[in-house]
Structure formats: C-alpha cells, structure tokens
C-alpha cells in the first residue's frame, strides 16, 4: 500500500507525504519524477489522436504506444531539469523545487548517476520507438523526436540555458503543441498539416501558461539565483496580466480551433467553462495571499496551480469537443450525451473560484511585495 499511495499523491499533487525510503529505488525515483503533471501530455496526445480519428486515420496500438513514448519522455525531462538544476547549485535544500515535491537529487531518493541512468534508459527506449514509426508511418518521426530532443536540451541548460535567457515559457509551447500533438497526428497518419494547428497551439498556450505560473511562484527564489525566467523579466505585474490574458485567450482560440478542424458548432462547447477561466484569470492578475485558503494543498504553488486548472479546462473540453464531434458524425448519440454530462460538474466549483477571485482582486493579502 505504500507504494500505491506514494504514487498516487505524485500523480495528484506531486508532494509524498509516505516515506520513499522502504520503496524499491525504480518506484521512488518515479514519484518523484512529478507524476501530477503528465496529464498535460495525456491531454496533448488525446487531440492529436482525435483528430485523426476525425480524419479517418487511427489505430489503438499506435495510440497506446506513442502516448506510452511521450509520457516516459515528459518524466525524463523532469528528471534531466532537476539532475542539471542540482547540479548547477539553482535546486538545492530549502530552494522553491523542494517545497512542493521531493527532489530525487536534493532529498538523496537517488544519486546523480541513476537519474542519469533512467534518463538514458527512457530516451533510448523513445529512439527506438521513433525510429521504428520512421520506417513504418514517415520519415518525419525521428526527424520530430529529434527537434524534441534538442528542445529538452535546451530547456535542460545545453548547449545554452534557454530558461535563463527567459524562453523556457516558449519552448514549451513548441514540445507540446507542434511536437506532442502534432506528433501524435503525424505517428496516426503519416501526414503532417498546419491545419492541426488550429487545435493544437491554443493547448500549447495553455501548457505556457502553467510555466509562466511556475516561475511567477518562484519569483523570489529565482531572482536570487539569477534564473532570468520570463515573468522575472517582464516584472511581477506584466507577467500576472500575460498569465490572465493566456487563460481567457487559450479557452477562446481553443473553441474557434475545434470549430474550424470539425467544421461544426461543436467547438461551441469549449466556451462552456469560460466564466471558470474567467474567475481563474483574475486570480492569476492578482498578487499572491501572504497565506493559502484553508485545504489548499500544493503550496507554496499558486499561479503554477490556477494555470494548471485553465489547462485542465482545455484540455478536457477540447478533447470532449473534438470526441462529441467524431460520435455525431457517427450518429452515436447516447455516447455524446453521455460524453457532455460528464462536464456538467464543473460549474459545482464556479462560487469557490469566483470567491477567491473576488478576494484576490478586492483585499490583496500580500500588498506589501514589490511589483518590479
């Protein structure tokens, strides 16, 4: 039972309130390789597979396996930052990486050289794969695997540190829109098209949007380390009203996106929880509480987490979008009622958002941070 509730709080909050230490070493690196997060790939991965579905194009086995592939590659990266941030001094105890997870370096659940191992394991494992899809789909496969690569090396600090040059926020962008989504298409088809595109960046926007949020929370920590992010060189202020806009414009390009790839009004439906993003927005405009709200339970996270929520909207609404299209057009009927119920409950949540926006906005709780 351990290890099934260790993983289990990384899959939900990324903190392990279990002791990894009785865990066997494959199982305690793996949570804490960041678990919560990999739906941002799940998400990324579903509209790429939906939309060739759409199209006409799609296979199960190949959807299983490229989803496996992507997901593995998205815990590499994890583990790759925190292996290089530890080794370059940014990630050390106390720092902003420990308080919301346990560091697989820093906490000592691993050594620099079975991290290196897993990475190396993980990645060679996706070559293959990528190869394999070259000669079986296109030739474009390893060619995108590669560009995600030097992506994840970048971000990584090699052969410079696009984080610290501020660019962390559009690279990410670039993996999980046109590499992850479009990847997903590209393995399912053997076609790569900018039409995707429509679907995909929107999404992309809002995976930015919970980096953009991460380094907002980190802000202090950060400056103090000379990690020049994004949100540290537009200011405190700048960046909230970039976050703010990223969650309003990721929901509404997202719906005329999957309106457009459909060519139907079910595009509509991803406008639904836009009063949520609305809410979740002025929060994200607003300076962070001195304290968090009662049960909330990944701080010091804050913007990292309203982010994720926005991205949480749109991932699943552009999935059931796209999903409620394909039954449609296939006159399955009960499965698209069935399909929009399932998004009913989400407006269950709107007066606690929209109180803590109304909060955020009307009595700051922590006025007295500088706003450079």
């Known amino acids: 039972m351990g290890a099934i509730r260790a993983l289990g709080e990384s899959l939900l909050y990324c903190r392990v309130s279990e ?17 919560c997060v990999l ?9 790429g597979g939906l939309m060739a579905w759409l199209d006409g194009r799609f296979s199960w086995p190949l959807f299983l396996a490229v989803l496996t592939g992507f997901a593995l ?67 474009l496969v390893p060619l995108l695997a590669l560009a995600g690569a030097l992506v994840m090396a970048l971000y990584a600090g090699f052969p410079v540190d696009a984080k610290r040059l501020g660019l962390g926020e559009a ?38 949007l919970v980096l953009v949020g991460k380094h907002l929370d980190k802000y202090d920590h950060d400056s103090a380390k000379g990690v020049r992010t994004l949100p540290i060189r537009l200011g405190r202020r700048r960046a909230r009203i970039l976050a703010a806009a990223l969650a309003l414009a990721s929901i509404a390009s997202l719906a005329i996106g999957v309106a457009y790839y459909t060519s139907s009004a ?15 927005a002025r929060i994200l405009a607003s300076p962070k509480p001195a304290a968090p709200p009662e049960g909330w339970p990944v701080w010091p996270l804050w913007y990292a987490a309203w982010g994720y929520a926005v991205l949480d909207l749109a991932g699943r609404y552009g999935v059931a979008a796209l999903l409620l299209a394909g039954l449609h057009g296939r006159a399955l009927y009960a499965l698209a009622v069935l399909t929009a119920l399932m998004l009913v409950g989400d407006y269950k949540r709107l007066p606690q958002i929209a109180g803590l926006a109304r909060a955020s906005t009307s009595q700051p709780l922590n006025p007295a941070a500088p706003e450079p």
């Not at 002791?19 to 678990?35: F, K, N, V």
């Not at 993996?175 to 088809?189: H, N, Q, R, S």
């Open 19 to 35: 002791d990894l230490a009785g865990l066997p070493r494959p199982l305690r690196i793996l949570a804490a390789s960041r678990l």
């Open 39 to 47: 739906s941002m790939t799940a998400y990324a991965v579903a509209l």
């Open 73 to 139: 590659a998205h815990l590499a990266d994890n583990l790759l930052n925190d292996l290089t941030d530890a080794g370059r001094g940014i990630d050390e105890p106390g720092y902003f990486r420990s308080l919301y997870g346990p560091h697989p370096i820093i906490d000592g659940i691993a050594s620099p050289g079975e991290v290196k191992a897993t990475v190396a394991l993980i990645l060679a494992g996706d070559l293959a794969m990528a190869l394999y899809l070259g000669v079986r789909v296109s030739p």
């Open 171 to 208: 690279l990410v962008a670039v993996v999980w829109g046109p590499i992850i989504a479009g990847g997903t298409y590209l393995a399912l088809t053997g076609r790569y098209g900018l039409r995707q595109a429509a679907v995909y960046l929107p999404y992309a926007a809002a995976v930015s």
């Open 266 to 280: 079910w595009g509509l439906l991803v406008l639904l929880p836009l009063p949520i993003a609305a809410a979740e």
